[in-house]
């Protein structure tokens, strides 16, 4: 008799054990999809602030259109976009600002890293003076620098007029102007390199320069070796990062020079304005999308070479 009531009651379980299982159940299920739903906000975000202005903006490019109506007309205003006669120094312009800077601020970052995660006097405060220029609106320094630069009134012509030595047209001289912001550009972005710099050298463990030099290895060969191998992933993000920026450039350049003088300091996104200011909404908008493909294009191909360099380490 027993036997018998023991299968009956494990063939067929009390109700509430079952509910309690499936609640089980239920709650498992619910915990193994809580993490997702941290997903929606973000989601929600790249929808509203990324993907719908995207897309329009590859809809508005095929059209003529104003504030208050909009016409269809294909792919000319690519065609027009791409007869436009500033465009060809515009992007010319465009990949030396653009890789010049990037360049410049791989190395003075790097070189200002090490200088600052060494044991120099006031290194906290050197490290803020550094940084301190990434923190100023980009177009008050460009007004600033171009008081300074000024011809015939800025601080720094005075300077070295007193001394004897020549006093160039910073911004209005057509083979100084593109460099010269170039210059005020790096300036004003090496303190974030330097910062990431910074954090990448000091996330090497301290073993293998304790190492290298009970070794006998000079300051030469713990770089060469150590530091430069082990930082590239914070160079990897120092180069996309300044090279995104230098080919997207806009508000230092437009603050200083404006393009010019003539077109000699023009990038595309400059020339994209231009037509804006013009009235050209739909001619600009398509310069978007071209300035878009162009970022895009040259930059897949440099992170991917980059981030399969840093899977070899």
Request: hydrophobic share 50%; aromatic share 14%.
């Amino acid at each position: 008799m027993r036997s018998v009531t023991a299968t009956l009651t494990t063939a067929n379980p009390p109700a509430g054990s079952t509910k309690t299982t499936v609640g089980r159940r239920a709650n498992r299920n619910l915990r193994s999809f809580y993490p997702a739903w941290f997903l929606i906000p973000a989601i929600a975000l790249y929808v509203v602030f990324f993907a719908v202005p995207t897309f329009a903006g590859f809809y508005f490019s095929l059209t003529r259109w104003t504030l208050f109506d909009q016409t269809f007309i294909g792919f000319d205003n690519f065609v027009r976009f791409f007869q436009d006669p500033q465009l060809s120094s515009g992007f010319l312009h465009t990949f030396e600002y653009g890789f010049v800077t990037s360049a410049a601020k791989v190395v003075l970052g790097l070189a200002l890293a090490l200088l600052l995660t060494s044991p120099v006097l006031g290194r906290g405060y050197l490290r803020a003076v550094v940084f301190f220029p990434v923190l100023v609106s980009t177009i008050g320094v460009g007004i600033t620098f171009k008081a300074l630069l000024d011809p015939f009134h800025g601080i720094v012509n005075g300077l070295l007029g007193s001394v004897g030595l020549p006093t160039p047209g910073w911004f209005t001289d057509p083979n100084l102007a593109l460099w010269s912001i170039a210059a005020v550009d790096v300036w004003k972005g090496v303190g974030i390199a330097t910062l990431i710099f910074i954090a990448g050298i000091v996330a090497i463990p301290q073993e293998y320069f304790e190492a290298a030099r009970m070794d006998g290895a000079n300051s030469w060969s713990i770089f060469r070796n150590i530091t430069l191998p082990l930082s590239r992933p914070a160079m990897g993000t120092v180069i996309i990062l300044s090279l995104i920026g230098g080919l997207r450039s806009f508000d230092l350049i437009w603050a200083t020079t404006g393009g010019g003088p003539g077109f000699t300091s023009d990038v595309i996104a400059s020339v994209i304005y231009k037509q804006y200011q013009a009235g050209f909404y739909g001619l600009s908008t398509a310069g978007n999308v071209v300035l878009f493909v162009i970022v895009t294009a040259i930059m897949v191909p440099v992170s991917w070479l980059l981030n399969r360099k840093e899977a070899d380490l």
